[in-house]
Structure formats: structure tokens, C-alpha cells
T-cell receptor
Framework: EAQVTQNPRYLITVTGKKLTVTCSQN?????MSWYRQDPGLGLRQIYY???????DKGDVPEGYKVSRKEKRNFPLILESPSPNQTSLYFC????????????FGSGTRLTVV | AQRVTQPEKLLSVFKGAPVELKCNYS??????LFWYVQYSRQRLQLLLR??SRESIKGFTADLNKGETSFHLKKPFAQEEDSAMYYC???????????FGTGTRLQVFP
């Protein structure tokens, strides 16, 4: 089944403790992206990647890192999480080019205390 | 600047009533527009895209370049339509999907 898999689904952590949220897709998509979803703010892009070893900042990249060593994986790294990073995170992937819609993961609900 | 505006945070209707979820955009060039739906505790799913001009689950959306709008419509709402709806614009330069803030549709029996 074609899908984007995120892990974990839920995570509670403490301020400053490094964490990684994994994202993997099995559709050979070039483009991958991370969003955070907050009430009243919709979805905001954190980072994106157009291909292996190519990553770029989205609208809200502060406090996050990503890597794209393989085409299928695009982990999101929080080196020193803070409470304002408590949010619902979505990974998405797509083929490049017009009319290529995104496939979203199930989301990761992160709470930083 | 590229922007998507959904002016309504919440839209409540009764079953069988018509629904219109508003979406306006700002984009220099020809936009590519989408509607995504998110049912409770589920992932976002593509509902429809303006290029295909199709009707999904009874929903339609027409791109109006003069008014820079892409409103989502359904003539008769159903309870199972209750969800969060996001309008999104895709940038040709970066392939980035820019989302509006979303509208929650509540359909009462």
C-alpha cells in the first residue's frame, strides 16, 4: 500500500531532550515536507526536500533540523525541544511537478513539558 | 506574496442545507489550487483539485481568477461531511503547498 509512515504517533518529552520523528514513504517521491498544525494557524511548513541531500527551510524552521540521506526517509530532529514546539506534526510527500498532490502521514502529536 | 485565506473558522449547518466554504488566494501567475479534508483524528486527504474539475463526495469548487477565489460547495450537506477543510495553493517554483487556516464544518442532524 502506498503510504507515508510517521513514528511515533504520540510523544511526550521534556524541555531540552533531543528527539527525532521519523518519516518514510514507499512511493519513490522526490519531494518531502514537514508541517506543523496549530489551532487557528493551519498548517505551516517547517522544512522541505526536493531530492536526496537537498533540503531547504520552510516558513517556521527555527528549532528544527532535517536530513535526506535516502529518498524514502526524511526525519525531523528537535535538538533541544521547547514547550512552544508542542504541536501536531505531519510529514508529506509527492512527485515533483504540477498537479502532483501530496500524500500525508498520520501525524505525530508532540507535547513538550 | 502567496497567501491563502479562509475567513471562516467554523461553519455550522443542518443536514440537507447547502454549504459553501470560502477560500481566497493571492498568487502572481496561474495558481494550482486544492481542497484537503481532515476527518477527526485522521490524516489530511485530498478532496479535489481545480485542474481536474471533478466532483468528489458531492463537493465542487470553481476557480474564479477574477475574484481570486476557490470556494468549496455542496448543495446538500451530510453529517459525515463534518470535518476540517483546508484550501491550499501550490507554488510552481518550490512545489510548496501553502495552506489556509482551515474551516471546521459541523453538520447537525
Amino acid at each position: 500500500e502506498a503510504q507515508v509512515t510517521q513514528n511515533p504517533r504520540y510523544l511526550i518529552t521534556v524541555t531540552g531532550k533531543k528527539l527525532t520523528v521519523t518519516c518514510s514513504q514507499n512511493m519513490n517521491h522526490e519531494y518531502m515536507s514537514w508541517y506543523r498544525q496549530d489551532p487557528g494557524l493551519g498548517l505551516r511548513q517547517i522544512y522541505y526536500s526536493m531530492n536526496v541531500e537537498v533540503t531547504d527551510k520552510g516558513d517556521v524552521p527555527e528549532g528544527y533540523k532535517v536530513s535526506r540521506k535516502e529518498k524514502r526517509n526524511f526525519p525531523l530532529i528537535l535538538e533541544s525541544p521547547s514547550p512552544n514546539q508542542t504541536s501536531l506534526y505531519f510529514c508529506a510527500s509527492s512527485l515533483m511537478g504540477p498537479s502532483r498532490d501530496y500524500t500525508f502521514g498520520s501525524g505525530t502529536r508532540l507535547t513538550v513539558v | 506574496a502567496q497567501r491563502v485565506t479562509q475567513p471562516e473558522k467554523l461553519l455550522s449547518v443542518f443536514k440537507g442545507a447547502p454549504v459553501e466554504l470560502k477560500c481566497n488566494y493571492s498568487y502572481s501567475g496561474s495558481p494550482e489550487l486544492f481542497w484537503y479534508v481532515q476527518y477527526s483524528r485522521q490524516r489530511l486527504q485530498l478532496l479535489l483539485r481545480h485542474i481536474s474539475r471533478e466532483s468528489i463526495k458531492g463537493f465542487t469548487a470553481d476557480l474564479n481568477k477574477g475574484e481570486t477565489s476557490f470556494h468549496l460547495k455542496k448543495p446538500f450537506a451530510q453529517e459525515e461531511d463534518s470535518a476540517m477543510y483546508y484550501c491550499a495553493l501550490r507554488s510552481y517554483n518550490t512545489d510548496k503547498l501553502i495552506f489556509g487556516t482551515g474551516t471546521r464544518l459541523q453538520v447537525f442532524p
